[in-house]
């Protein structure tokens, strides 16, 4: 564990505030399965492996407990929080809500030549992750083609609050990969979306990103089946049912 913290620390930008470069690697870390599920966050031993004082770590500890990422429990401790599929299934309806608004002007629109050069480049790189297995690398692509759809249209508030709501989502995104929802299944569905784009097709595009946000729905009882001991609710079925209604 201390090898791959050391690893995401070096990664970040090294001009930016030790607290900031703090919360995005345990993020990062929670939401790749570094830092587990119930498992208890020392401020002390993590100050003593990015050899930082306590206090930035104090304060990446509020960032993440605001997130809904870490419980701090006076005069316990810190702890990673157990995956909520209440808040997954939250998180899915912003997204849906917010993504879907994007390629309906994306495709009523249409996007600049370098936006849909860059998409397609995307969509290629994601490809070679399936030849190459390469999970992590996927996840980041996979990151930056929502990202760069959505920035495309000039909807940069957007972006903020999907990033602020997709933490419990991207953890079972992350789990999913490849067993539930196998990495050349995403791609396809991202590739549809690019064409209804490109062919202005807008009911296609909002048809093609319903369908790419709704995997979870797919892959969620599975995962819930699984790894029971990293989901805090068990009521799958019963949520499922009301986030697909």
């Known amino acids: 564990m201390n090898t791959t913290l050391q690893s995401l620390w070096q990664e970040t930008r090294a001009s930016d505030p030790v607290r900031a470069r703090l919360y ?27 050899s930082v004082s306590r206090q930035p770590v104090r304060e990446a500890f509020i960032r993440l407990s605001e997130a809904g990422l ?11 929080v157990k995956i909520s599929q209440q808040a997954v299934l939250e998180a899915r309806f912003v997204r849906e809500a917010i993504e879907v608004a994007i390629v309906r002007l994306a495709a009523s629109k249409g996007l600049g030549a370098e936006i849909l050069f860059e998409l397609n480049d995307l969509l290629a790189r994601q ?20 990202r760069t759809l959505t920035l495309g249209v000039d909807q940069q508030a957007a972006w903020k609050v999907v990033e602020e709501v997709r933490a419990h989502f991207d953890r079972v995104r992350y789990l999913s990969v490849p067993d539930s ?29 319903c369908t790419h946000l709704r995997e979870v729905l797919i892959s969620l009882p599975d995962l819930v ?18 986030a697909s209604q």
């Open 181 to 209: 929802t196998p990495i050349d299944k995403l791609i396809e569905q991202h590739a549809q979306i690019v064409a209804a784009i490109e062919q202005r097709n807008v009911e296609a595009a909002e048809e093609a990103m």
């Open 70 to 80: 870490v419980e701090v429990r006076p005069q316990r401790g810190t702890f990673v």
């Open 24 to 50: 995005q690697v345990l993020r990062e870390s929670i939401i790749k399965m570094v830092l587990v599920p119930g498992q208890a966050l020392s401020e002390k031993e993590l100050a003593d492996i990015f």
């Open 225 to 242: 089946q699984r790894f029971p001991e990293m989901f805090e609710d068990q009521q799958t079925q019963s949520l499922i049912k009301e």
């Open 127 to 146: 490809r070679s992750c399936v030849e190459h297995q390469d999970h992590d690398r996927f996840y980041s692509l996979d990151e930056a083609f929502h």
